[in-house]
């Protein structure tokens, strides 16, 4: 059975919009949690687009699940999150002029730098996750850094416009998930996933965890939050 994070970012996006205090996303998170999820998922950007630092710290105070902070490879964000202490960072790439994370991190390209910094994560206590494209080199270099999880972006197969498309993606995304399992690496996967795109996902049993955000705030603002979280949650179940 796979395990549900709830990427609470969208909840500070609409408060932020406004400058006030209004939706908290300290009280959606133990919406969430009081729902079923597994986990709460938050992305600290370096502009602080949406979640706040104070957020971040209360949120390590009131979750009783799992608090997986997503940041850039950064000196200052290793330094909040030794600060904070999650239970998981998952290091992305991350481009100020971007809407969302739009693709994977180049882990081939850094290897040096990531492994100095999930040293120091380690040191900390924090277990590291690292935010890769369905890529066989990606994957490797993941596993010689010493990570200790991946997660597969799936933006490429939740945006295929064509079947045969959809069906290249998902096997990329198989294959990408069986050879980390093989290296012994957990295995997650998220972004642009919906109640009705990952429903194909849930046959790789080496996919371990989903996290998801914008379908589940999407549909919260229609259903409310609580039904919006049991309903995926129940098809990570069920399914």
Same mark, same amino acid.
């Given at each position: 059975m796979a395990r549900l994070g709830v990427n609470i970012d969208h909840v500070a996006t609409l408060r $932020?919009? %406004?400058?006030?205090?209004?939706?908290?996303? =300290?009280?959606?998170? !133990?919406? *969430?949690?009081l729902?079923?999820?597994?986990? &709460? !998922? *938050?992305? =600290?950007? #370096?502009?602080?687009?949406?979640i706040q630092d104070r957020d971040l710290k209360l949120l390590r105070q009131i979750i009783k699940t799992k608090l997986d902070m997503e940041m850039a490879p950064t000196d200052e964000m290793v330094k909040m999150a030794l600060g904070v202490k999650p239970d998981? *960072?998952? +290091?992305?790439? #991350? %481009?100020?002029?971007?809407?969302?994370? #739009?693709?994977? +991190?180049?882990?081939?390209? $850094?290897?040096?730098? +990531?492994q100095s910094l999930i040293g120091l994560l380690h040191d900390g206590g924090i277990a590291v996750?690292?935010? !890769?494209?369905?890529?066989?080199?990606? &994957?490797?270099?993941a596993h010689k850094i010493n990570a200790d999880y991946i997660e597969i972006h799936t933006g490429r197969y939740a945006?295929?416009?064509?079947?045969?498309? #959809?069906?290249?993606? +998902?096997?990329? &995304?198989? $294959?990408?998930?069986?050879?980390?399992?093989?290296?012994?690496?957990?295995?997650a996967a998220g972004h642009?996933?919906?109640?009705?795109?990952?429903?194909?996902? =849930?046959?790789?049993?080496e996919i371990v965890e989903y996290n998801i955000g914008h379908a589940i705030i999407s549909r919260a603002v229609l259903v409310g939050l609580e039904r919006a979280v049991r309903e995926m949650k129940e098809l990570l179940v069920h399914s």
């Open positions: $932020q919009s %406004r400058g006030g205090m209004e939706p908290d996303p =300290l009280v959606a998170a !133990v919406l *969430v949690e729902a079923g999820a597994d986990g &709460i !998922v *938050v992305h =600290l950007r #370096e502009d602080r687009r949406h998981l *960072v998952t +290091l992305v790439p #991350e %481009r100020r002029e971007e809407l969302t994370t #739009e693709g994977g +991190l180049s882990v081939a390209g $850094q290897r040096e730098a +990531l996750s690292l935010f !890769v494209n369905p890529d066989f080199d990606q &994957i490797k270099a945006n295929a416009r064509l079947l045969k498309e #959809e069906d290249a993606e +998902l096997e990329a &995304i198989e $294959q990408a998930a069986k050879l980390a399992y093989k290296l012994g690496l957990g295995v642009g996933l919906n109640y009705h795109n990952v429903r194909r996902l =849930l046959a790789i049993s």
